[in-house]
């Protein structure tokens, strides 16, 4: 996209991933753990003939696939309203996303994944799969920021691109759900796009919400 050359001064008009560190707290949860192991048992003498020490074979190796990041009580909330009410699944897919405000608008065509994190979902695209077009307002920040924003006409729909990683904040900013984690409130991944799925509509709503109103706000922290 051709990118504005000053920087603004002004502030998001919505929570953005990254900000300031929030004032209040909720009490931490676990990640969960364990994915991907090889499943092992002893085998009896009288079964299979094979001495106490020895190891059965595993019936099957569990693939491991991508690590969800829906791992405690608000992701997993925020898993199950993204899959019901715009039918997307974690792990990417081809759909093409428009602007929940004026569904004829292309956003984007397919995404990489979902991120759910202690600040609510966002979709992840990589930089080929934006129609940026659409996205003609640019508010480029300084180098040390952590994301540069792309809005819609209108601003309804703002995408943040990611600059810097969040993995030293341990807690969201304001309005997300403190977990102190270690390895950061969310998995954003620099050079990678990001848009709030209420922002964004598909084609193919699931039924049960083909009719809902853009102007209401469906994801709650």
């Known amino acids: ?3 504005h050359p000053q920087c603004y001064p002004r502030k998001p008009r919505s929570l953005a991933p990254m900000a300031e560190p929030p004032v209040h707290d909720e009490a931490a949860c676990s990640a969960s753990k364990g994915h991907g192991r090889w499943r092992h048992r002893l085998a009896s003498n009288a079964a299979g003939g094979r001495s106490d020490d020895q190891d059965e074979a595993p019936d099957a190796a569990i693939t491991e696939g991508p ?3 829906a791992d405690c009580w608000n992701r997993l909330r925020d898993k199950e309203r993204v899959e019901g009410e715009l039918g997307l699944c974690e792990g990417g897919g081809d759909k093409e996303l428009f602007d929940a405000s004026d569904p004829q608008r292309l956003i984007a065509r397919g995404y990489r994944r979902i991120v759910f994190g202690d600040h609510g979902p966002y979709l992840e695209f990589d930089t080929a799969q934006i129609v940026w077009e659409n996205l003609p307002e ?3 920040k300084p ?3 952590y994301y540069d924003e792309y809005h819609s006409p209108g601003g309804f729909v703002r995408l943040y691109f990611q600059k810097r990683s969040v993995e030293q904040k341990h807690n ?3 309005g997300g759900v ?3 984690r270690e390895g ?3 998995d954003y991944k ?3 796009c990001y848009i709030a799925p209420d922002m964004l509509t598909v084609s193919d709503l699931p039924a049960a919400h083909a009719g809902a109103a853009v102007t209401k706000k469906r994801w709650k922290r």
Do not use: E, F, K
């Open 190 to 192: 620099v050079g990678m």
């Open 67 to 69: 690590v969800s990041t």
């Open 178 to 180: 403190r977990h102190n």
């Open 172 to 174: 969201p900013p304001a």
């Open 138 to 140: 640019a508010i480029l």
């Open 1 to 3: 996209p051709n990118l």
């Open 184 to 186: 950061g409130y969310a």
């Open 143 to 145: 180098p040390h920021a």
